[in-house]
């Protein structure tokens, strides 16, 4: 996490830390002088001018023989060049010490710099590695509270939102100032709020305990935290229910202060969507969602919704201006590419824009427009990265000739290929077509092999008993289709001998249930769904469940479901754009999945992978792969927008 949100506590609880711990104190040696340079080296760290304290160290390590304290010379100049953000320089130190035998207690803080040196290369997965399990209890406490904080960051840098939060109870645990354990309370409560619920109600351990009872707090922030009347009987009956519970008695006060002045409040929002023509169907699932999402909003916090025909992509900017001059504070909309395009093009905006759609940008947008959509192309590079962390490297994709098939063949390559991946082929079959034989036996080399059959015969001049091989060179299949392809795909594979390779697929591939054939023909097909086509009727303990939504709005639960999620969202996103805009780090828990932004501000969906059955597997979410070291951002660089351009035309 940036400066803004995780640092903080990181940089609150290390200062202390390196001040105890950093520079170990020189300790006499017997009779003879002693270098002036020993205490020259302290008095300038401690100045604050720590590059010249760390070239002061290594000058004292290359002339001092003695390898106990040559040790301590590199560990202090490492520590103080790591102080001074000279990373170079504290990897030639711990460079010239990884030969040297050390004394318990220093080997474990050249582990801690080795690991924080990874965790600034953000190289998370490697500085968990190496960081292994708890420090035996004989060592400095400073130094135990130090590598829970270092996992507790590369947990963060990885997205793992639950094991950040049980290394900071780690270290809430050897903390003895309040005001310290305060920030680490809150960063423990924070990390588990944006955590969906259904994993927070799962993921309870039994007894409860302290783990639980931080959940279950958790739960109570998510579910009342913006009404303190609603919230404080609830946190009375969870003090009864954890009488010993460590939470210090300021630590929601502190949390909602914190919060608070993290969210922007709106009091009157345009939404501006298409109320005829070809989008009129899916803007009205969109506009129902975001009525639902204002009702969970309490009466006297709830914005005032104005609703916009955007039928007419030509007339966006007058329509834009007409809802600003009559008192929007913020618009969500427009829908179609070509309305988004436009209002990009403009340049700065006098209010922020949260738009419905993604578009091509050649530079960046302004600071102030933000877009979320439901990216097939997202979940296709999803795919990618589960199949990755799963172990596949020769992937086969398989999509529907067209359009749609091109951009998430495109996308899944890409990705692949970002991740340092070789995709092995790539087959296009016809959507409307039953029979993939000709797509399957080509891109399973299988048409080579009978050819190969064929050509023996005819040398041979008799028949051959021969089973047809596939090849033998991939690992997986990433599969682009709609529930008819899908369920038709998974048994040709198997006919043709590819029935073990593991199929990843998107959302698209089913419609949230399944039949009794297509529980039989896809079963074993892995994908990513959003939240809330997963919630039970009381599997989130809220009114918006699927289930409950279904009920006052039947259409809710067709084709169109996904839709109504993503108005819901639409409006829940309003109050964290900047929130979410201040580091890629931040998350909003969502209806369409775990919510964060890039560098262009396009908020993305960290979806729930499922294992299809008659009853399907929830796997869980998949790692962010974006926060750690070595991986490509799905975001480019691209060039800063210029500060203001001619509004579009209005006709």
């Not at 994993?199 to 009404?227: C, H, N, T, Y």
């Not at 073990?500 to 529980?519: E, H, K, R, V």
């Not at 039947?554 to 839709?563: E, I």
């Not at 792969?625 to 660089?637: F, N, R, S, T």
């Amino acid at each position: 996490m940036q400066a803004a949100t995780f640092r903080p506590l990181l940089l609150f609880v290390l200062a202390a830390l390196i001040a105890a711990c950093g520079q170990l104190p020189e300790r006499p040696s017997g009779p003879g002088p002693v270098d002036p340079d020993i205490a020259r080296a302290a008095q300038l760290d401690a100045a604050g001018d720590h590059l010249a304290a760390a070239q002061l160290y290594r000058a004292l390590a290359a002339r001092t023989p003695a390898i106990d304290r040559r040790a301590r010379y590199l560990l202090n100049a490492a520590e103080a060049a790591k102080a001074g953000g000279d990373w170079d320089g504290t990897r030639t130190a711990l460079e010239q010490l990884s030969p040297m035998p050390l004394q318990p207690t220093q080997a474990l803080q050249r582990t801690l710099l080795q690991a924080e040196v990874l965790l600034q290369e953000q190289r998370a997965s490697e500085a968990i590695e190496l960081l292994g399990g708890m420090p035996d209890a004989s060592q400095p406490v400073t130094l135990r509270i130090r590598h829970q904080t270092d996992a507790a960051t590369a947990y963060r840098q990885m997205g793992n939102l639950l094991e950040t939060a049980h290394t900071l109870q780690n270290v809430d645990a050897l903390l003895t100032d309040t005001n310290e354990r305060l920030q680490t309370q809150t960063e423990i409560l924070r990390s588990l709020a944006l955590l969906n619920e259904q994993v927070l109600i799962q993921l309870q351990p039994s007894p409860p305990g302290i783990a639980g009872g931080w959940m279950e707090l958790a739960l109570l922030v998510k579910r009342f935290g913006s009404d303190p009347t609603a919230l404080a009987p609830e946190l009375a009956g969870w003090r009864q229910r954890f009488p010993d519970h460590p939470a210090l008695p300021d630590l929601l006060s502190n949390y909602q202060q914190r919060l608070q002045g993290q969210l922007q409040q709106v009091s009157r929002i345009a939404v501006l969507l298409p109320q005829s023509g070809t989008y009129a169907t899916v803007a009205a699932a969109i506009r129902d969602g975001i009525v639902i999402s204002s009702f969970e909003i309490a009466e006297h916090r709830r914005p005032e919704l104005r609703f916009y025909d955007a039928t007419d992509p030509a007339g966006i900017w007058p329509l834009y201006t007409r809802a600003v001059n009559e008192g929007a504070e913020l618009v969500i909309g427009p829908l179609q590419k070509d309305a988004v395009s436009q209002l990009l093009r403009a340049g700065e905006l006098p209010v922020p824009v949260l738009a419905l759609n993604q578009v091509e940008m050649q530079t960046a947008p302004p600071q102030n427009m933000y877009f979320y959509s439901l990216s097939p192309e997202d979940e296709a590079r999803q795919a990618a990265e589960r199949a990755w962390l799963d172990g596949s490297r020769r992937p086969l994709v398989l999509a529907p000739q067209g359009t749609w098939g091109d951009r998430l063949s495109e996308a899944f390559e890409q990705r692949w290929r970002a991740l340092g991946g070789q995709v092995a082929a790539t087959g296009r079959y016809d959507p409307q077509g039953h029979d993939y034989t000709d797509t399957l036996t080509r891109i399973l080399l299988i048409d080579q092999s009978e050819a190969r059959k064929n050509e023996m015969q005819r040398l041979l001049g008799r028949q051959l008993e021969f089973e047809p091989r596939r090849r033998d060179d991939v690992d997986a299949v990433f599969l682009a289709a709609r529930p008819v392809q899908a369920q038709g795909m998974r048994p040709q594979l198997q006919f043709h001998h590819a029935g073990d390779l593991p199929i990843y697929a998107t959302s698209d591939a089913w419609m949230g249930q399944l039949s009794a054939s297509q529980a039989e023909d896809m079963k074993g097909i892995r994908l990513a769904d959003i939240p809330w086509m997963l919630s039970g009727d009381n599997a989130q303990g809220a009114d918006d469940s699927r289930e409950n939504v279904a009920r006052y709005l039947p259409k809710s639960a067709s084709g169109f479901a996904r839709l109504y999620a993503m108005g819901m969202d639409a409006l829940r996103l309003v109050p964290h754009l900047k929130r979410l805009q201040s580091t890629r780090y931040e998350s909003l828990d969502g209806s369409t999945g775990n919510l964060y932004m890039d560098e262009l501000n396009q908020i993305h969906r960290q979806l729930i992978w499922l294992v299809l059955d008659a009853q399907p597997e929830i796997l869980g979410y998949t790692p962010r792969l974006d926060l750690q070291g070595g991986i490509e951002q799905v975001a480019p660089a691209l060039a800063p927008a210029p500060p203001s351009a001619p509004p579009p035309p209005s006709t």
